[in-house]
């Protein structure tokens, strides 16, 4: 499974954005799938991930925030991100989650800012 990810950009504080991954390879549906991101000197870290049912795990710094969904028969992740945070700002990436991590993409750059 390789991922592509887009739909980053520059927002402001409370703003929204709506992030896809776009999966390749015939193993997507049957794999759990994560959002991850990586700020400016800090480690990657996960967001959010997805299991192959449709439940749900958030982390609690996104909690009520950020809700992560998933389209099979588009082989599409998304991650819609509301009252966004300066603390929001990174690069943001999907990957498998819970398994084996395969190469990372490019990611997409979020930037909160006013």
């Known amino acids: 499974v390789q991922f592509v990810e887009s739909g980053g950009g520059l927002v402001q504080p409370g703003g929204s954005l709506r992030l896809s991954c776009a999966a390749s390879?015939?193993?997507?549906?049957?794999?759990?799938v994560g959002w991850y991101r990586q700020a400016p000197g800090k480690q990657r870290e996960l967001v959010a991930g997805?299991?192959?049912?449709?439940?749900?795990y958030n982390t609690d710094s996104v909690k009520g925030r950020f809700t992560i969904s998933r389209d099979n028969a588009r082989n599409t992740v998304y991650l819609q991100m509301n009252s966004l945070e300066p603390e929001d700002t990174a690069v943001y990436y999907c990957?498998?989650?819970?398994?084996?991590?395969?190469?990372w993409g490019q990611g997409t750059q979020v930037t909160v800012s006013s």
């Open positions: 990957n498998i989650w819970g398994g084996i991590i395969v190469d």
């Open positions: 997805i299991y192959t049912t449709g439940r749900t």
């Open positions: 390879g015939r193993l997507f549906s049957s794999s759990d």
